[in-house]
C-alpha cells in the first residue's frame, strides 16, 4: 500500500489515463449530463402540457456522468407527486392540499419519519380515516402507510424496494422509479451540515446555501431496522446530493467510478451488501475531511486507497454516517456480522494488493489496459479491446439514442394525453409550449426545440382534418403549423405535410414534398425510432456513430426518423388503407392490449420509409406515371424484406397487401397479410383484409356464376 511517491504517482497518472479512455474524462461527462438533464426536462414540460400532478427528476450516476458503459448504470428516475404538502413546522400547511405533518420522536429511526395526515381545510390534526393506507397510533394520530407505493405498481415490470423497475425501451437501459412526496423546508435532522466545515473546506458555503434551498422529501420505505416499517418514511436530500456530485472535478468522479468498479468486481460478486451509495457517502467524507489539493490526476490511487481505507472502517464499525444526515446510519441492518467479516476481509486485501487487484479489473477492461500502460503486455495485442474513439462513438451514440427515443416517448404521451379532447385543448397545450421557447431556461429551450415541431406537426394536422371535413382544403393556419413542424426529424412531420396534400388531392406538391424527403433521408447516415414497442435497437452503422461524436445533440434532427402518427382527430389527412390501423382491435383482441403500453394501437402509425413509398406509389398511380409507380411498389417491397431497424412490420405489410390489390394480384395482398399477422396474431387490422379479400373473391363468384347461367 505505501510504495514510494514517485511509484504511486506514476500510476496514478496511467490509472487516470486509462479511465480517460474510457470516458470519464470532462468532454463526455458533460455530453452524459446533458443527455440526462434534456430527457428530464422534456419528462417535466410534457407533465406541464398536460397539467398532470407529478415531476419526474433524473438522479442517479447517469445525471451525474459517473459512470461507464461496462457499469451498465440504470436510471433513477424520482416521480414527484405535487399534490402533496409534507410539512415541519405548522406554519408550512397550504389550504386545499394532502398536508401531512413529518414527525420524527423515539419510535422513529433516523433520517425516517412518520406521515401525521393533516385536514386540508384548517392546520389541524385530521380525525377522520381516509382508506386502508392510513392507521391511528395509541396517540390518535392518523398516520401515513408507506405502503401506498403498491398502487403505483401497475403497469411496472418489477419492484426493487421503494422504486418501480421499468425495462428500458427499445433496448435503453432501466428506469429504477421511485415515488416521493416534497417538502419545501430542509429537514431539522440535517441543519448540522449547513454549518459543518471540513478540512477540505467543501462543500462551500454557497453550495450548502443551495442544497438547503431545495429542500427535501420523503419515499415510501422504512428502515431495515425499524420496529414500524410500514409507518416509516425515508427523509431524502438527493437534489442537494446530485448538486454536489454535479461539482465534484475530474479526478474525483474518476475515484467514484473506481470505487464502483472494485465494489462490482471484488465485494458484491453475489449478493449486494454494499451499495453505490455507500460508496459515493464515503467519497464525499473523504473529500469533506482532506485537503483540496490531494484531488488531482496525478494522486489518484492514493485517493482511491484513502477511500478504501474508510470503507473498511465504516464496515468495521458497522456504521456509514448519511453524509447530509449522520444520524442516518446507511450501512444499519445491512449485512450479517459473517457478512461483514467476509467484507472487511476482502477490503483488507484489495487495500494490501491494490495494485494487482486494479490489474484485474475485467470492467471496461480496465485490468488490460493498464497493463499495457505498465508494459506488462505487448502494446500489440492492444488491438483485443476498444479503442478510446471507438467507446466515445458508443457513449455518445448511446446519449443521442436515449434523446431521441425520449423526444419520440414524450411526443406520444403528450397525444395519448389528448385522446377525444377537442382542438381547443391541442391549441392550450402548444400555447403552454410556447412559453418554453420564451420564457425558458436554457434546458427548456433546447428541449423545447425538439419537442416543439412534433407538437406543431400533430396540431396543425388536426386542423387540416377538420377543414378537410368541411370543404376539402387545408385551412392557412393548419398550413403555418405543418410548416413550423418541418424540421421534427428527417421526415415524419414532412411525410404528414405530404400526406395531407394528398388528402386534399394536391398530387404534385405531395409529389414534391416526397422526393425531397426521400432525397435527404439517404444523405445523412439516419436511424429509425419509435417508442411504441419494447425492442432492441436495430443496426447502427458505424457513419451514424462518427456523426454522433462528432456533432452536438442538436444534429439528432438530422439523423433520426420517427414513425408517423395519427391520432383519430387526424383521420380525413390519412390515406384510407392506413386508417383501418386505427380500428385494429377486436373486442375480444382488446383483451391482450396492454392497459399502459398499447394505446398507440387506437392510432395509425407507420414507419417513415415504408409510408414514403406507399405515399409515392399512390400519388404516381394517380399521375398515372406508371415507371414511377412501379419503383415505388419496388422500393416498397424492398424496404419491408430488408431493413431490420422497422417497427411497425405489421402495418408495412398490411399497406404493402393493398397496394397488391390495387394492382389486381390478390394471391401476393393474402400473403402479405398472413406475413403481417406473423409479426403481430393479435390487433392487426390484417385480419380484417383479409375478410375484405375473401368477401370480394365470394362477391366475384357470384358474380360469374348469374353470368354463367345468364348465357
Not at 321 to 350: R, W, Y
Amino acid at each position: 500500500m505505501f510504495q514510494e511517491p514517485d511509484y504511486r504517482e506514476n500510476l496514478s497518472l496511467m490509472l487516470s489515463e486509462v479511465l480517460h479512455d474510457i470516458g470519464v474524462n470532462e468532454r463526455i461527462v458533460m455530453r452524459r449530463r446533458r443527455g440526462v438533464m434534456l430527457r428530464e426536462t422534456m419528462s417535466n414540460i410534457r407533465c406541464r402540457l398536460t397539467d398532470q400532478n407529478g415531476t419526474n427528476f433524473y438522479l442517479g450516476s447517469q445525471s451525474e456522468g459517473t459512470t461507464t458503459i461496462g457499469l451498465h448504470s440504470d436510471i433513477d428516475i424520482l416521480a414527484f407527486i405535487r399534490d402533496y404538502n409534507i410539512i415541519q413546522d405548522w406554519s408550512e400547511w397550504e389550504h386545499g392540499k394532502l398536508n401531512y405533518l413529518m414527525i420524527q420522536d423515539e419510535n422513529t429511526t433516523p433520517g425516517y419519519c412518520f406521515l401525521q395526515l393533516l385536514r386540508d381545510d384548517a392546520p389541524l390534526s385530521a380525525t377522520v380515516f381516509p382508506d386502508e393506507h392510513h392507521i391511528t397510533d395509541r396517540r390518535g394520530r392518523i398516520l401515513y402507510k408507506n405502503t401506498v407505493k403498491n398502487e403505483f405498481l401497475e403497469g411496472a415490470d418489477q419492484q426493487h424496494g421503494p422504486s418501480i423497475v421499468e425495462q428500458g425501451k427499445s433496448g435503453l437501459c432501466d428506469r429504477d422509479k421511485v415515488i416521493a412526496y416534497p417538502c419545501k423546508s430542509w429537514p431539522q435532522s440535517a441543519s448540522g451540515w449547513l454549518d459543518r466545515q471540513g478540512i477540505g473546506r467543501w462543500p462551500t458555503q454557497e453550495m450548502r446555501r443551495y442544497g438547503a434551498s431545495t429542500g427535501c422529501f420523503v419515499v415510501p420505505t422504512g428502515s431495515k431496522v425499524s420496529i414500524y416499517p410500514e409507518l416509516e418514511w425515508r427523509i431524502s436530500t438527493s437534489f442537494t446530493e446530485r448538486f454536489l456530485m454535479l461539482n465534484l472535478n475530474i479526478p474525483q468522479i474518476r475515484c467514484y467510478v473506481l470505487l464502483k468498479m472494485i465494489l462490482k468486481s471484488f465485494l458484491n460478486p453475489h449478493e449486494i451488501n454494499i451499495s453505490s451509495f455507500m460508496c459515493k457517502t464515503v467519497l464525499l467524507q473523504c473529500i469533506e475531511n482532506t485537503e483540496s489539493g490531494i484531488w488531482k490526476d496525478n494522486n489518484l490511487f492514493t485517493c482511491l486507497t484513502y477511500c478504501l481505507l474508510e470503507l473498511h472502517s465504516s464496515v468495521q464499525n458497522e456504521c456509514c454516517s448519511h453524509f447530509i444526515i449522520p444520524e442516518n446510519n446507511v450501512m444499519a441492518g445491512q449485512f450479517t456480522a459473517e457478512t461483514k467479516h467476509d467484507l472487511s476481509k476482502s477490503i483488507c486485501k484489495l487495500i494490501q494488493n491494490d495494485r494487482q487487484q486494479l490489474l484485474s479489473i475485467d470492467i471496461d477492461h480496465l485490468g488490460h489496459r493498464l497493463q499495457v500502460k505498465l508494459n506488462r503486455i505487448p502494446h500489440g495485442v492492444y488491438y483485443l479491446v476498444p479503442s478510446s474513439l471507438e467507446i466515445y462513438e458508443n457513449v455518445l451514440m448511446s446519449g443521442n439514442i436515449n434523446i431521441a427515443n425520449g423526444i419520440s416517448a414524450q411526443h406520444e404521451y403528450v397525444i395519448n394525453h389528448l385522446h377525444n379532447k377537442n382542438i381547443r385543448t391541442m391549441k392550450q397545450y402548444v400555447g403552454k409550449l410556447m412559453t418554453f421557447s420564451d420564457n425558458g431556461n436554457r434546458l427548456e429551450h433546447a428541449a423545447f426545440m425538439f419537442l416543439g415541431p412534433l407538437l406543431f406537426t400533430t396540431y396543425g394536422s388536426i386542423l387540416a382534418s377538420s377543414s378537410i371535413a368541411e370543404n376539402n382544403q387545408v385551412s392557412p393556419q393548419a398550413l403555418v403549423w405543418l410548416s413550423a413542424g418541418l424540421n421534427s426529424d428527417i421526415s415524419s412531420s414532412r411525410l404528414k405535410l405530404a400526406s395531407v396534400f394528398y388528402s386534399t388531392g394536391d398530387m404534385e406538391k405531395a409529389e414534391l414534398i416526397l422526393r425531397h424527403t426521400e432525397q435527404q433521408y439517404y444523405s445523412y447516415p439516419v436511424l429509425p425510432f419509435c417508442s411504441c414497442h419494447n425492442q432492441p435497437p436495430g443496426a447502427v452503422t458505424s457513419e451514424f456513430k462518427r456523426v454522433c461524436n462528432e456533432q452536438s445533440e442538436d444534429y439528432i434532427k438530422h439523423i433520426t426518423a420517427f414513425c408517423v402518427r395519427f391520432i383519430q382527430g387526424e383521420i380525413n389527412c390519412v390515406p384510407h388503407e392506413l386508417q383501418y390501423e386505427m380500428f385494429r382491435s377486436t373486442q375480444h383482441d382488446m383483451i391482450h392490449r396492454h392497459e399502459y403500453k398499447d394505446f398507440w394501437m387506437n392510432w395509425a402509425v407507420v414507419d417513415s420509409l415504408p409510408f414514403l413509398y406507399f405515399l409515392q406509389y399512390k400519388i404516381y398511380r394517380h399521375l398515372e406515371r406508371h415507371q414511377n409507380k412501379q419503383l415505388a411498389l419496388c422500393k416498397l417491397f424492398r424496404t419491408i424484406a430488408t431493413d431490420k431497424n422497422l417497427r411497425h412490420r405489421e402495418t408495412a405489410f398490411n399497406i404493402l397487401g393493398q397496394c397488391m390489390e390495387q394492382e389486381n394480384r390478390p394471391q401476393q395482398a393474402f400473403k402479405c397479410y398472413m406475413l403481417s399477422l406473423q409479426q403481430r396474431a393479435r390487433n392487426n387490422a390484417a385480419n380484417f383484409h383479409i375478410c375484405k379479400l375473401f368477401s370480394g373473391f365470394m362477391i366475384t363468384g357470384e358474380a360469374n356464376k348469374n353470368d354463367q347461367k345468364k348465357v
